[in-house]
């Protein structure tokens, strides 16, 4: 099947990266040095240069995400990371008895009403509290989780000062994501090593 080429101009144009931004596999156009990157679940592939692939990854997306890309002139690019939509689906009006009405016991077999999708209201037992407690992470996990983002950012910042350096010496070298979770693990392990030490 082939697959569509997304062209861009100066309207923002939305494609979702089906890899990373370093998954760019480095290409030899016309005018020098592009970047092919598979996007809209391989439905598509866009070609980016130099300028537009440091956009791409100055802006923070990752796999999986959105970004609306457009040409603002000759050598001039914009990218924008298009945020998820996170809003919650809306929640049911508590009858006056404090019970969704989707959720009201019928008289013939007493169970929640089938259209009901989300779970039953099982009785007065039944606390908001408890469910809510249930996606709550112990301090240790939410201190690692920051940690691990931390080490990811240096390994990224780092990649980036490299790419751009050798770039001025007119060499080009990728990082792929693969690289960047090597480095980044790396980093951790030498942090907790020190921590480890020190103690």
Not at 23 to 28: F, L, M
Request: hydrophobic share 35%.
């Amino acid at each position: 099947m082939r697959r569509e080429v997304i062209r861009f101009d100066t309207e923002p144009v939305k494609v979702k990266l089906d890899k990373g931004p370093y998954a760019g596999i480095e290409c030899h156009g016309q005018y020098g040095i592009d970047w092919r990157y598979s996007v809209n679940d391989g439905k598509a592939v866009m070609y980016l240069p130099e300028e537009a692939r440091d956009a791409l990854v100055q802006s923070g997306v990752a796999v999986g995400e959105e970004v609306a890309i457009r040409r603002l002139g000759r050598h001039r690019w914009e990218v924008e990371r298009v945020e998820p939509d996170l809003s919650l689906p809306e929640t049911e009006t508590p009858t006056s008895n404090g019970i969704p009405a989707s959720a009201r016991l019928t008289a013939s077999n007493a169970r929640p009403a089938p259209e009901r999708q989300f779970g039953s209201v099982e009785g007065p037992e039944t606390s908001p509290r408890a469910e809510s407690d249930a996606f709550v992470l112990p301090a240790t996990a939410v201190t690692a989780s920051k940690h691990m983002m931390s080490c990811y950012c240096v390994a990224v910042e780092v990649a980036v000062e490299v790419q751009e350096y050798a770039r001025r010496k007119g060499m080009h070298i990728a990082f792929t994501g693969s690289d960047i979770r090597a480095m980044g693990i790396t980093v951790y392990i030498g942090d907790n090593q020190r921590l480890r030490e020190a103690s």
